[in-house]
């Protein structure tokens, strides 16, 4: 009897057991299941927000940013327009600089280079050089040696410089060249001509239109916040279509990227091609990548892959280096006032930019990299800072990082179907190997590596830039596009 009762009470235990395995097994089964589904909606969100194609953003093509009392008047002619170095701004440059030359200067630290901001004796060298060697009234007949004009466009007298190529029998393709900050239209005089010059290899040359932005240089700045690039891009189509073209190329780097690409998206009908000398989308797609691509760089880009990885030396580099953007962002009404009191303040603040993004290792070096990659062409920076200098427009020209909005953030999510040619020059801080442009760009026709250049192409390498704006159009036109 009691071997019995031991036999029942093992079975009974060995059922307890089996029971306790199956409502285990199902748990984890439930378990894993839940989790699964978690992952996978979890997963499923990710997707979607990524790679989520937002709707195009209702575009007003007359919205007024110039005085209200001026749109009953408004003057539509294209007039003509000659930049003028007076004799009073002349004399209150004088001024300026002889203050700066009697007053005490504070000395940069030994063996700092420019990881301090401009040394020194580099800021010294910039002065001196604009005081004595630059010859104001010689490069104000340098500056009209093309024509340039003004229009009023949505209330603003926008600046333009249009040049014009010379030749018989051949097809004139428009193309609008657009800069960035803290460049201006001055980059471009070395371009231009290239442009407009008729080669044996292609059948056709460009009739170039190269505006100042609104707010930059000799064009007029918006009366009221809201102008951002999504709304400078309309403007820009307006102004080509107010010079009659309906039809055309554009070109552009640094903000100019930015606003050709909004071009491009908005309005693909008229825009036959796109080329940009600064390789970049914010898509998120681009942005995930870049951060996944952290693990496997050369899975992300086999050839180029130092240009963006390591990823923690590059964002540490933008953040070190992208500190004028957020200050520009938030307050540039007053860093302007401090700008447009001092020249040679004006001058070193645009310096430190052109030259880092030239070239990031130029921090490392005393003058900046000034000898090494702008021995010979100081006066082309000068000149660009005068148009800022002579026209007072730092302060409306750093408005445009204050009014980046979403707007531009959703556009960076919307395909461009425009056909499309990048510049990757060796240097470019704001890279994007093509696996993540074609994302943005899904007609990229193709991209340029040269090992070699940074960011301010038009200005440091003319004529490569020309050479491929030439070829890549050359290629558009090819496969009839």
Request: hydrophobic share 40%.
């Amino acid at each position: 009897m009691e071997v019995n009762k031991r036999k029942k009470t093992k079975k009974k235990d060995d059922k307890v057991a089996i029971s306790n395995e199956k409502k285990n097994k199902n748990i984890k089964t439930v378990t894993l299941t839940v989790n699964f589904i978690i992952v996978a909606g979890v997963a499923y969100h990710v997707y979607t927000d990524v790679f989520h194609i937002p709707t195009l953003p209702a575009v007003d093509l007359d919205v007024w940013w110039g005085p209200n009392n001026t749109k009953l008047s408004q003057d539509t002619a294209v007039r003509p327009f000659r930049i003028v170095f007076s004799d009073a701004m002349q004399e209150q440059l004088v001024k300026k600089f002889d203050h700066h030359r009697r007053s005490e200067k504070h000395k940069s630290f030994d063996d700092t280079a420019w990881t301090y901001g401009v040394h020194s004796s580099a800021r010294e060298q910039i002065f001196s050089f604009w005081q004595y060697k630059y010859k104001i009234k010689e490069r104000e007949r340098f500056f009209n040696q093309f024509q340039h004009f003004k229009t009023n466009v949505q209330g603003l007298d926008l600046h333009f410089m249009r040049v014009r190529p010379e030749v018989e029998n051949v097809k004139i393709l428009p193309i609008i060249l657009l800069h960035g900050w803290p460049s201006s239209f001055r980059e471009f005089y070395d371009v231009a001509p290239l442009l407009t010059t008729q080669r044996s290899d292609y059948d056709f040359v460009f009739e170039v239109i190269v505006p100042s932005l609104p707010g930059f240089g000799f064009s007029q700045g918006a009366v009221r916040p809201g102008l951002g690039p999504f709304q400078v891009a309309i403007v820009m189509r307006n102004l080509m279509n107010r010079l009659g073209f309906n039809k055309y190329y554009v070109h552009g780097g640094d903000f100019g990227h930015v606003i050709g690409s909004i071009m491009a998206t908005l309005f693909p009908n008229e825009v036959i091609g796109f080329h940009s000398n600064m390789p970049l989308t914010l898509g998120k797609p681009a942005v995930f990548g870049r951060v996944l691509g952290a693990v496997w760089p050369t899975f992300v880009d086999a050839h180029h892959w130092q240009r963006m990885y390591p990823l923690k030396e590059k964002i540490e580099f933008l953040i070190e280096e992208t500190g004028y953007s957020h200050l520009q962002g938030t307050k540039p009404d007053t860093i302007g006032i401090a700008l447009n009191e001092s020249p040679v303040g004006l001058a070193t603040y645009i310096f430190d930019k052109i030259m880092i993004y030239t070239d990031a290792n130029n921090k490392y070096l005393e003058d900046g990299g000034m000898a090494k990659y702008y021995n010979d062409t100081m006066t082309d920076l000068i000149d660009n800072v005068m148009v800022y200098w002579v026209s007072e427009s730092i302060t409306t020209s750093m408005r445009i990082y204050k009014e980046l909005s979403n707007v531009e953030l959703t556009l960076e999510q919307i395909p461009t179907s425009v056909p499309t040619w990048f510049l990757c020059l060796k240097n470019e801080p704001f890279y994007n190997p093509e696996i993540f442009l074609r994302w943005k760009y899904p007609n990229l026709i193709d991209t340029t590596y040269d090992d070699f250049g940074g960011h301010f192409a038009a200005l440091e390498r003319p004529q490569e830039l020309a050479d491929d704006v030439f070829y890549g159009v050359n290629l558009f036109k090819k496969l009839g596009l």
